[in-house]
């Protein structure tokens, strides 16, 4: 359970011999756990040549509410904002129309760059209608296919002066084109059912459409699915996957980059078990981001699992309370524990991570309420010290507990009988990835997009 930090968004392309609106709608509505303020669809209708863009703000299903778009291709987005106000003129698919004709973008992730590219575009003579970094990259792709002669070559050139993580899907005409940025920090997988190949930031809305997973979109690669699927790269950089997905933020039956999400998270609770045995009656998950864990924390101890704290499903994203009111019902309100099973008993908790610790410090009051005799707390993430500039909106570094207190301090603070995160390279085993090709600044502060490379040379 978060409040501290906030997926990003969610694109998904797809393009048939059939109506694609129902397949993005439901791409979309697997997707809902990476962004929920708002959503569109855009497809395109060859008899009209025409794109068709709906969006607003709120969940897929109230937006999409009585409408429908026809057309053989489409894009989708889900958004939380990360940049950007949280409006109606952020919302994507965003569209664009410039000299040589049009096209519908939709973007995940965050540059690093906005700033310095919004005032080159300006320069330019571009006018922007919204804050996003994604009208950034449109215009840019624009601006450098007006230039190049052709849209591929336009993307490419684009990618050289874009910097950040950036996982897109476009539409222009008939065609969908995905494109992952050189580091390729947040997922984007293909997959296939018949003739229809479809473009997602991850593996589940396949699995929910019936399709096949394909393969993962390679750094840098920019492929077209038209009536064949072409391939083209861009510039190189060194492979930096978000870690952060596998602990945290991409759903458990996702596969990112030839993993399974719930492998690792299984994995990381059997090596927790094995970093930090303990005594202990039950291993309780603190749901829904500890339960895959404390599953591998169980198998590992042989001690057993059960459902100590029960999540309210019920309470929404307009769930807000004034701050008095939070800090004393809050926790409550989202998380009950069951007294019969954790009376009188010595507890494993399992947890994703802890940002400042004040959700935690709370569950653990509340544990004990009930008459949980011992808290011992397993962190499956090693502590988070920076943040992150890559598409998670995570708190400024001021806000992690990690900075300012020992972990001997920070299991005072929150209350614990004992307290251990998974290691480093206990992470890294569980992902299973090469450390070269992970990104770990939020553990580390070795940032992959380097500040020296956000200079650019226009
Ligand atoms: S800084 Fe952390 S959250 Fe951000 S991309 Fe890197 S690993 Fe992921």
Redesign the pocket.
């Known amino acids: 359970m978060k409040k501290d930090i906030k997926e990003n968004c969610a694109v998904f392309g797809i393009r048939s011999n059939e109506d694609v609106f129902d397949s993005i709608y439901y791409g979309l509505y697997s997707l809902q756990h990476r962004g929920q303020e708002s959503a569109g669809i855009a497809t395109y209708t060859r008899s009209l040549d025409r794109i068709n863009i709906h969006k607003d703000m709120g969940l897929v299903p109230d937006v999409f509410k009585d409408v429908y778009l026809q057309g053989n291709s489409g894009i989708g987005h889900v958004r939380y904002s990360t940049t950007g106000e949280s409006d109606i003129e952020n919302t994507q698919p965003l569209m664009i129309n410039y000299a040589k004709g049009g096209f519908a973008i939709a973007h995940n992730g965050n540059l690093v760059n906005p700033q310095e590219l919004r005032s080159i575009l300006e320069r330019r003579g571009g006018v922007f209608s919204t804050t996003t970094d994604t009208e950034i990259i449109a215009q840019l792709i624009a601006q450098e296919h007006l230039k190049t002669g052709t849209f591929i070559e336009g993307i490419k050139s684009a990618m050289n002066y874009l910097r950040g993580?950036y996982s897109l899907v476009i539409l222009q005409d008939d065609k969908i084109i995905g494109v992952r940025d050189p580091w390729a920090?947040?997922p984007l997988v293909l997959g296939k059912s018949g003739d229809a190949y479809a473009i997602a930031s991850e593996s589940c809305a396949f699995d929910a459409l019936g399709m096949t997973l394909i393969r993962d979109i390679k750094p840098s690669e920019i492929l077209v699915i038209g009536d064949k699927l072409d391939s083209y790269f861009g510039r190189k950089e060194r492979t930096?996957h978000?870690?952060?997905?596998y602990v945290y933020f991409a759903r458990p039956d996702s596969v990112i980059d030839g993993v399974s999400v719930y492998e690792v998270r299984k994995n990381l609770g059997r090596i927790l078990a094995k970093k930090a045995p303990v005594k202990a009656d039950m291993v309780v998950p603190i749901p829904d981001s500890g339960i895959n864990v404390a599953i591998g924390y169980a198998q590992e101890s042989g001690i057993p699992y059960g459902e100590g704290l029960i999540k309210n499903r019920y309470l929404g994203r307009t769930f807000i309370m004034p701050e008095q009111k939070e800090r004393e019902i809050g926790v409550k309100i989202k998380l009950n524990p069951i007294r019969s099973e954790i009376e009188g008993k010595s507890l494993v908790v399992l947890d994703d991570s802890i940002v400042r610790g004040t959700t935690i410090k709370r569950i653990i009051k509340i544990l004990r309420e009930k008459g949980a005799k011992e808290v011992h707390v397993r962190i499956s993430c090693p502590p988070?010290r920076?943040?992150?500039?890559?598409?998670?909106n995570?708190q400024s570094k001021e806000e992690f507990v990690a900075r300012k207190k020992s972990i001997e301090e920070i299991r005072k603070k929150i209350g614990a009988d004992s307290l251990v995160y998974t290691s480093l390279e206990g992470l890294i085993k569980a992902i299973g990835l090469p450390r070269e090709k992970?990104?770990?600044?939020?553990?580390t502060g070795d940032?992959?997009v380097r500040e020296e490379q956000m200079k650019l040379e226009v």
């Open positions: 993580a920090i947040r930096a978000c870690m952060f997905e988070l920076f943040p992150c500039y890559y598409g998670i995570m992970l990104c770990l600044a939020c553990l940032y992959p």
